[in-house]
């Protein structure tokens, strides 16, 4: 038997606009929570849409465990097994590319 745990972050919730490092954080507080109350998970996927893909990236970046470079590496103590993002901005976006330039002076 396989023990799978999925974890719906949500401490996110309502607090985007500090930034992905600061939303980063916290994503990793939940996640070194609940692997440290599911002790028998060996391995640890990510999957994340939009911002919560940038979110996962450097989440996945904060518990990388220096020292472990190559095929011995762990995130969070357990081994990676798949990074998923879906629609997720890694090379940024441009400013409102949809909105009409008259109303970008106004946001």
């Not at 972050?9 to 070194?32: K, L, Y």
């Not at 590496?73 to 909105?99: Q, Y």
Request: aromatic content about 6%; overall charge positive.
């Amino acid at each position: 038997d396989r023990d799978i745990l999925t974890l719906a972050v949500r401490s996110n919730e309502g607090r985007t606009r500090d930034g992905v490092s600061e939303g980063s954080g916290r994503v990793a507080r939940e996640v070194t929570a609940a692997v440290a109350a599911n002790p028998s998970l060996q391995r640890i996927s990510f999957v994340g849409n939009s911002l919560g893909g940038l979110y996962i990236r450097h989440t996945a970046r904060l518990m990388y465990e220096r020292g472990s470079f190559g095929r011995g590496a762990k995130i969070a103590g357990l081994w990676p097994e798949a990074f998923i993002t879906i629609a997720s901005p890694h090379l940024g976006t441009r400013l409102l590319p949809w909105c009409p330039p008259a109303l970008q002076a106004t946001v």
